[in-house]
């Protein structure tokens, strides 16, 4: 499947939710459970600008194809962290530049050493950095739009599953270009194959892992995908990354949930 870049930039819209009755979540809140995953999506969302910042630090920066839609999904990214941030308000929490802020002064030397990785990644690796920035990309975008999926399922709230599958769909190009993009350039760079690989083999983990508290991670992953339902979630997106070219078998989000420490609040997903 390719990618059209001119049709995305026509299809490209500030999330919607205008429509929504977030009074509801006053008779009806959400479980802290799942609260508190809509803090740490809210979060990732709003970190979208800074992941930007990174990427265009690299030789992304030289396609005009790739720079477009960066530029729209940046935009679509705020958006959802918009909306989310109203899901917190009506439940009278911080959210916004509120809750965005100190979150951000927290992240400290990590965050800001994290753009001279990125330069060093492109002096040793060159173009084929780009293979790699898709693939991640695309993992990223599978397990986002899954975790929404996810989280209408476990939550069960409607006014909350109505907005999540908006943002599903924006989410669901996001992973088109991804992987369009991963897929051609891994099939065309033997390096970029072996880079990519041993980056998401040793390297990956959640999107928003580097950003959030581990404890937050950990109650993320546990809770949306405990149960034979996220287990079939994982399965289907370690299955389409295997599929790309030099990818087979890495198994990326089986390998997490192998390594998260036992809970018997929410246990680890062993079904199919």
């Not at 990214?77 to 109203?86: C, K, N, Q, V």
Request: net charge positive; charged share 20%.
């Amino acid at each position: 499947m390719t990618f059209e870049i001119d049709d995305a930039k026509r299809r490209s819209a500030r999330l919607r939710w205008d429509d929504l009755d977030f009074s509801a979540f006053e008779e009806e809140p959400l479980h802290p459970d799942a609260l508190r995953c809509v803090r740490y999506m809210h979060d990732v969302e709003f970190h979208t600008s800074c992941y930007l910042r990174d990427l265009l630090l690299g030789p992304v920066h030289h396609d005009p194809n790739l720079t477009s839609f960066l530029s729209i999904w940046a935009f679509e990214e705020l958006w959802h962290g918009e909306a989310l941030a109203s899901v917190l308000a009506a439940h009278g929490e911080p959210s916004g530049s509120t809750r965005i802020g100190p979150m951000r002064d927290s992240l400290g030397i990590a965050d800001r050493i994290r753009p001279l990785a990125m330069l060093a990644g492109t002096w040793t690796i060159g173009a084929d950095l780009v293979a790699l920035q898709m693939a991640w990309g695309a993992v990223n975008e599978m397990t986002t739009q899954a975790g929404y999926a996810l989280l209408a399922s476990n939550a069960g709230n409607p006014v909350l599953t109505s907005l999540l599958k908006r943002i599903m769909l924006q989410e669901g190009r996001h992973i088109a270009f991804y992987t369009s993009q991963a897929r051609t350039r891994l099939a065309s760079s033997a390096k970029a194959r072996r880079v990519t690989r041993s980056a998401l083999k040793h390297l990956w983990s959640p999107v928003g892992s580097k950003v959030m508290p581990r404890r937050e991670t950990q109650h993320l992953s546990r809770y949306l995908f405990a149960g034979p339902g996220g287990a079939r979630a994982a399965q289907r997106i370690d299955l389409k990354v295997g599929a790309l070219p030099g990818l087979t078998g890495l198994s990326l989000l089986q390998n997490w949930f192998s390594r998260l420490p036992l809970s018997d609040e929410f246990p680890l997903p062993t079904g199919s």
